[in-house]
Structure formats: structure tokens, C-alpha cells
């Protein structure tokens, strides 16, 4: 159980007992199982936590506490709020620890974290604080280079040359199939340590081009996409076409802390002021914005609200998508952000969508 599990249910003015939090953590336990190979399961349970309207039902998540405890008060949403927010925590702590889970906890983190902009959560803030911040440490570690053990694959082979001086001298078919079999042995464990040095130096290669071909595009100063260079661009859209390009070159993963110190660079660099929502929807070129958004699906922009900008201004055109836009997301298309903020939330959202695309696919 975490160590402040009872804390949170008294950030909601709940009075918790030693019971009650054992069965609670007991579903907690069994809900997050289902996480680790349910993306719906995922999305629904960060629209428990930020209280938005549900996209499926909440049933299996509440079987899984009724589970443990036949009389659990499955109306009282401030404690399914807590039990969901506690849920995605150790989501992400279980993929802290291991890898098994890994992208559960990626899109927990991306898309409790692209939310917050159409929801902010004070009440519970330390929870979901836990999950973002376990989100960083996944990124990282991620990006963490393997050991390449070389000398591991060199002494696997200097064993099987040893075992095969033997073969040689022995008399009978016994003493030399015992022979044989050690060199076998001995070069099935060189295979398998070669086998995993590779993996090792594969994942660096991976990281360090990523790394390279970041570098790249920021000191270029030119946008991919449109082939041009920043200066060149308008200004009001640079935030949204440079968060999905930064996407598109994240290979292996990085944290949203380290997206945003990027993209902070770019857009400072370009002189790009503060605007409204919809004044960085309507800057981006209309063919740019079909083919940003031909592939998007409805499965998650009620968690991402500038890509539901984008997706709506696709479908209608520069003067229509707002009024549905608010309707929708509950934020005004006039509510005047920092670049700075447009290009980590498009960015945050561009590897939501992305992560769900490349699962389906």
C-alpha cells in the first residue's frame, strides 16, 4: 500500500480506517492489472480522476473495488476520484520499477497531463502531482543507456575454444558427447550474451540518433513539415507545428520537463508572443493541418483539447470550429495563452495520440 494512500482520502475530507484502506488498496491492485493491457481502461480512469463526462462505462472499474468489498459506495465520486487517481500512481510507480507497463504508464501520464489544461485538479493535486512526476522518471529511464559486457561474450567463447581441445582426446562416445555438449553449452551462452549486448547497443544507437537528429532541427531553425525555415512561418503557429515535429523525432522518449525546455528555445528564439487559442488554431497552413489531423481519432481529444482545435477547424474552417470547441471542451477559444504553454501541451497530446495510433496500429 502507499505510504500516503489514508492522506489522500483526507484531501477529500474523508476519515479513512485501517480496514476500509486494505480493501481499497486491494482494488486499487486489481484495477491496475487491468490497466497494463486496457488503453480504454487508461483514458477512462484519468476521466474519473479530472471528473469529465465518461466515454465507456465505468463498470469494470467499480466491480474491481466491489470486489473486496461488497458495500463500497460507488456514488460518492470524490472517493472514486482518489481510488482512480491512487490507481494511476501505481501505474506508473509499477513501470518505475520494471518495464513491464511501460506504455500504460505513458499514457496515463501524457493524458492526466494534457487534461489539465480544460481541467485543473486543486483538491487532489498531490495525487495526481505523483502521477506526472512518475511520468518524468519513466521518460528517463527509458533514455538510460544498457551496459554493453563485451568481456561476458568473449569469455562465453574462449570456454566453447577450451571444451572443444577435449573433443579430441576422448575414447568412447559417452566421455565424447559429454565433450560436445559443453561446447554446445558453451557457445549457446555467447549467443544469448551476445544477444543481449546488442539489445544494449541498439537502444543507445536509438538514443543517441534521436538526440542527434534533435539537435539538428534546433539549431537548424527550420521547420520539417513545411520545409522552410522559421522565420518564414507565422509566428502565431510556430508553438503547434514545432511541438509535432519535437514528437515526431522523439524516438525512445522524453519527459515533458525536457519537451518543454526545447521547445521554450524555438519559440523564443522566434519571437513568438502570447495569443489566443484560436488565434494558434487559425495560424497553421490548412494543408499542414490536414495532414496533421487525417489520421486523428475521437478515442482521446476530450483529453486533448488543442488537437480537438485542430480536428474541428479541419472539418469546418477558420470561423465556425469555436463555438463546438467550447461546447465541447469547456475552454474559450479567446482564453489568451503563453507559446510557451501551447507547445508542451500540443507536444504532450501529439505523443498521447501517437502512443494510441501506434497500439492500434
Known amino acids: 500500500m502507499h505510504k500516503e494512500f489514508g ?66 459506495p460507488q456514488r460518492n465520486d470524490a472517493e472514486l476520484r482518489v481510488l482512480a487517481g491512487a490507481s494511476l500512481v501505481r501505474c506508473v510507480h509499477l513501470a518505475d520499477n520494471d518495464n513491464d507497463g511501460v506504455r500504460a504508464a505513458i499514457l496515463a501520464g501524457t493524458a492526466l497531463a494534457a487534461s489539465s489544461l480544460r481541467v485543473s485538479d486543486s483538491e487532489i493535486s498531490e495525487v495526481t502531482k505523483q502521477v506526472l512526476d512518475g511520468l518524468q522518471r519513466v521518460a528517463r529511464k527509458q533514455r538510460e543507456r544498457g551496459e554493453l559486457d563485451t568481456d561476458a561474450i568473449r569469455r562465453g567463447g574462449d570456454a566453447a575454444a577450451e571444451a572443444m581441445k577435449q573433443v579430441a582426446s576422448a575414447g568412447d562416445w559417452g566421455e565424447l ?37 534533435i ?44 519537451a518543454a525546455a526545447i521547445l521554450d528555445r524555438v519559440v523564443t528564439k522566434a519571437k513568438c508572443k502570447e495569443t489566443s487559442i484560436q488565434a494558434y488554431v487559425n495560424a497553421v497552413p490548412d494543408d499542414w493541418l490536414k495532414a496533421h489531423t487525417s489520421q486523428m481519432v475521437d478515442r482521446a481529444l476530450d483529453l486533448a483539447p488543442l488537437s480537438l482545435a485542430l480536428f474541428q477547424r479541419a472539418r469546418s474552417n477558420s470561423s465556425s470550429w469555436q463555438e463546438y470547441f467550447e461546447g465541447t471542451s469547456g475552454l474559450k477559444p479567446s482564453e489568451v495563452l503563453t507559446p510557451e504553454r501551447i507547445a508542451c501541451q500540443a507536444y504532450i497530446e501529439a505523443v498521447l495520440l501517437r502512443t494510441l495510433a501506434d497500439t492500434e496500429d
Not at 479513512?16 to 483514458?43: C, I
Not at 462505462?57 to 473495488?65: D, G, K, N, R, V
Not at 559443453?182 to 541498439?202: C, G, I, K, N, P
Not at 507545428?241 to 522524453?254: F, G, H, N, Y
Open 7 to 72: 492522506e489522500w482520502y483526507r484531501l477529500v475530507s474523508i476519515e479513512p480506517n485501517g480496514e476500509m484502506l486494505t480493501k481499497r488498496w486491494a482494488g486499487v491492485k486489481e484495477w491496475v492489472s487491468t490497466l497494463q493491457g486496457d488503453d480504454d481502461a487508461v483514458l477512462e480512469t484519468v476521466r474519473i480522476v479530472r471528473g469529465l463526462s465518461p466515454k465507456s462505462s465505468q463498470e469494470p472499474f467499480l466491480a474491481a473495488f466491489r470486489k473486496h468489498d461488497a458495500a463500497f
Open 177 to 213: 558427447r559429454g565433450h560436445v555438449s559443453t561446447v554446445f553449452q558453451s557457445l549457446l551462452d555467447a549467443v544469448r550474451r551476445s544477444e543481449s549486448a546488442l539489445r544494449a547497443a541498439e537502444h543507445s544507437i536509438q538514443c543517441a540518433d534521436e538526440e542527434t537528429n
Open 215 to 258: 539537435l539538428w532541427w534546433l539549431e537548424g531553425g527550420s521547420s520539417r513539415d513545411l520545409d522552410k525555415p522559421w522565420s518564414a512561418v507565422s509566428k502565431d503557429a510556430i508553438p503547434l507545428i514545432a511541438a509535432s515535429e519535437l514528437a515526431d523525432l522523439t524516438v525512445v522518449a522524453m519527459s515533458p520537463q525536457d
